[in-house]
Nanobody, 117 residues
Framework: QVQLVESGGGLVQAGGSLRLSCEVS????????WAWYRQHPGKSRELVAR???????NYRDSVKGRFTISKNNAKNTVYLQMNSLKPEDTAVYYC???????????WGQGTQVTVSS
């Protein structure tokens, strides 16, 4: 059973930065692709960024150039560095195995990010 523990969220002013962390246990971490997702109130969860086992990354257009996904295989941890935050980035952020469908599977509790204008 994979366990995911997200942390690092908080309240920040527009233009500020946050670094999210996701500790993963119960999975073969280093060969899988991992992703960060976010869910705005009343909306579906959406993919924000993905990192493959070999370190290839891709991002949704609205966060390109501002967010950076990375991972530490020794610590089984995925990170999301978020810079130049905007109010529209306000959401609950989750991480998961990229192969887990958004609408199913096991998810962590997420971490709330709130960006004030």
């Amino acid at each position: 059973q994979v366990q995911l523990v997200e942390s690092g969220g908080g309240l920040v002013q527009a233009g500020g930065s946050l670094r999210l962390s996701c500790e993963v246990s119960g999975s073969i971490f280093n060969i899988k692709s991992w992703a960060w997702y976010r869910q705005h109130p009343g909306k579906s969860r959406e993919l924000v960024a993905r990192i493959t086992g070999t370190g290839f990354t891709n991002y949704r257009d609205s966060v390109k150039g501002r967010f950076t996904i990375s991972k530490n295989n020794a610590k089984n941890t995925v990170y999301l560095q978020m810079n130049s935050l905007k109010p529209e980035d306000t959401a609950v952020y989750y991480c998961n195995d990229f192969d887990v469908p958004i609408g199913s599977g096991s998810w962590g509790q997420g971490t709330q990010v709130t960006v004030s204008s």
